[in-house]
């Protein structure tokens, strides 16, 4: 009862402060899929577009692996309809730009980095409507929860952005630092307002504490074990294309790297933006949480891989850049 008391006395404000995280997130994300168009060159994309093995492996592993694994993990908690879409929706989005700080961080093939980020968002809008059509089939009474129109709306504001900044590129290059420069402090204001929105909502949104610890049990394993399962199984697809087709389409260390970055690393931004975008605020309510601490275990993961590998490369300098 004190809950809904709190409840309709923030109502008014909750409302509004949605209203501004909702239009925050959409400008962010904006201002962020122009600084990646910005990052990259026409004629790169040619060349890696005319011999595809590694945005192939990478692209295929996200679109096959990452919405397979926030299913079966759905399932395996037995998550509720409404926490499943939210997994799914964060598995279902195309690779995200802290692939491309990973992959660098990890010594990886940047321009490959780029383009496969770059193809996944393209596809991503025929292949996630398509691939959360699929999946809410096979769980109970989720189909009727998923807006496929708003979610398509939100996947072409991803797309058309980064053309934008493709072309910005190619026409007057001089202002591509400028922009990226923008884009990290739009990431930084991104972040305070997911916590901000995090703090807000704890108190309200915790009907029961023994309730609310189970709800964070499930969605914390759920959003542990995504982005690990997607950083090895790119590494071993990677790995074991490289094996197979050595002589065809050598896959080197550092292009093995980059793809398992690539797969493991979901653009929480889009999803985030989706959440807000395509859900009424009373419907998504508590499950806006799961990208948070999704990306937190993403961020966390990763790093724990990157310290691995520079101590791997001072054991072994030899290996360096390979």
């Known amino acids: 009862h004190d809950v809904n008391i709190t409840i309709s006395k923030d109502s008014a404000f909750n409302e509004n402060a949605d209203k501004v995280i909702r239009w925050a997130s959409v400008v962010i994300l904006f201002i962020t899929m122009v600084s990646l168009g910005c990052?990259?060159?026409?004629?790169?994309?040619?060349?890696?577009?005319?011999?595809?093995?590694?945005?192939a492996i990478a692209v295929g592993a996200q679109y096959g692996i990452m919405p397979l694994t926030a299913f079966c993990f759905a399932k395996l908690f037995q998550l509720s309809p409404m926490e499943s879409l939210s997994a799914l929706i964060c598995g279902c989005c195309p690779g995200g730009n802290l692939s491309n700080i990973f992959a660098l961080a990890l010594e990886g093939d940047m321009n490959l980095s780029i383009v496969m980020t770059a193809c996944s968002t393209a596809l991503g809008l025929g292949m996630m409507p398509l691939l959360l059509y699929l999946y809410s089939q096979g769980i109970s009474?989720?189909?009727?929860?998923?807006?496929?129109?708003n979610i398509t709306i939100a996947m072409i504001m991803n797309l058309v952005p980064c053309g934008i900044g493709i072309l910005i590129n190619y026409?007057?290059?001089?202002y591509s630092k400028?922009?990226?420069?923008?884009?990290?402090?739009?990431?930084?204001?991104?972040?305070t307002a997911f916590i901000q929105q995090f703090n807000k909502q704890e108190v309200t949104l915790n009907k029961s504490e023994a309730t609310f610890t189970l709800f964070l049990q499930n969605i914390a394993f759920t959003a542990a074990l995504m982005p690990l399962t997607g950083f090895i199984c790119g590494y071993i697809l990677s790995t074991l294309f490289h094996k197979y087709h050595v002589h065809i389409c050598p896959l080197f260390l550092s292009c093995r790297r980059t793809v398992s970055m690539e797969v493991g690393c979901q653009n929480i931004q889009l999803c985030t933006t989706i959440l807000k975008v395509a859900f009424p605020a009373e419907l998504i309510g508590q499950l806006y949480f799961f990208p948070v601490i999704y990306i937190v275990f993403q961020i966390v993961e990763a790093l724990i891989l990157i310290v691995l590998f520079r101590c791997h490369q001072r054991l072994r300098p030899s290996l360096k850049g390979k």
Request: hydrophobic share 35%; aromatic share 6%.
């Open 178 to 191: 400028i922009i990226t420069q923008v884009c990290a402090n739009s990431c930084t204001e991104c972040a």
């Open 39 to 55: 990052t990259m060159e026409i004629s790169k994309i040619k060349n890696y577009l005319i011999k595809p093995k590694g945005v």
């Open 171 to 174: 026409r007057v290059p001089q």
């Open 141 to 149: 009474n989720l189909a009727e929860y998923v807006p496929f129109t």
